[in-house]
C-alpha cells in the first residue's frame, strides 16, 4: 500500500529529515513532527514558508507530484506589501520575466485572509503606514522561490506565504506540526 502524508509545515522547518548543512545546527526538521519510516518529501517547501508539504513512500507517486513536467498546480495564499492594482494581477495571470526565464500564467486574485489563520512565530511585521493583503496564487511550475519572485516583481513582495493545495490534496483543517494519512 502506498502512503501519501500531508502534513502542514511551520514557518522555519526545513523540509527534509536531517539538517545536513550547518553542524550543531537546531533548526527544526521534519523528524522533529514526522515518526514514520520511510516516507520522503514530494516536493520543498521553503524554510519562510509554511503550509502543505506531502510526503510518500512511493517513488514513482513522488515524482508525479513534484515533477515541472507534471505541472501539477499549487495554490499559495500570500500576504503582500501594499494593495495590488489589477494590471499587477494581470501581470501575473500572463506570466512575468524572471531572471531564469518567463514563468507560465498563474491564476492570481484577491482574497480574505485564509480562515483558519494560524498565528506564525515570528509573526509578520507590521506597519501602519503601509498596507497589506492576501492573494491566491496558483502556479504549475516550480523556479525556485517563484511566488515571492513574481509578487516583487509587480512590485508588492511577499510577506506571508502559505501553500494551501497540491493537486487535489488541500491544507484542509491540519493546524501547523499537524499530519494525517490521505
Known amino acids: ?10 514557518f522555519g522547518v526545513l523540509s527534509q529529515f536531517t539538517d545536513k548543512g550547518t553542524e550543531g545546527s ?5 523528524s522533529d513532527y514526522i515518526d514514520v519510516p520511510k516516507v520522503y518529501p514530494a516536493g520543498r517547501l521553503d524554510r519562510d514558508s509554511e503550509g502543505l508539504l506531502l510526503l510518500t513512500d512511493d517513488g514513482k507517486l513522488q515524482h508525479r507530484i513534484a515533477h515541472p513536467k507534471a505541472k501539477q498546480p499549487k495554490t499559495y495564499w500570500v500576504q503582500v506589501e501594499g494593495l495590488p492594482e489589477p494590471e499587477a ?9 524572471l531572471k531564469d ?36 496564487l ?12 513574481m509578487t516583487a516583481h509587480v512590485g508588492h513582495p ?22 494525517r494519512d490521505a
Request: charged share 30%; aromatic share 6%; net charge positive.
Open 89 to 97: 494581477l494581470d501581470a501575473l495571470r500572463r506570466g512575468v520575466e
Open 101 to 136: 526565464g518567463r514563468t507560465r500564467p498563474a491564476k492570481a486574485r484577491r482574497i480574505e485572509a485564509p480562515s483558519p489563520l494560524f498565528d506564525r512565530d515570528p509573526p509578520v511585521r507590521f506597519r501602519k503606514s503601509v498596507p497589506d493583503c492576501w492573494l491566491e
Open 26 to 30: 537546531s533548526r527544526p526538521t521534519l
Open 138 to 149: 496558483t502556479i504549475t511550475e516550480g523556479k525556485n522561490r517563484q511566488v515571492r519572485r
Open 1 to 10: 500500500m502506498t502512503r501519501l502524508i500531508l502534513f502542514h509545515k511551520p
Open 158 to 179: 511577499t510577506l506571508r506565504l502559505i501553500r494551501a493545495q497540491i493537486g487535489p490534496w488541500h491544507l484542509g483543517g491540519l493546524r501547523p506540526g499537524e499530519w
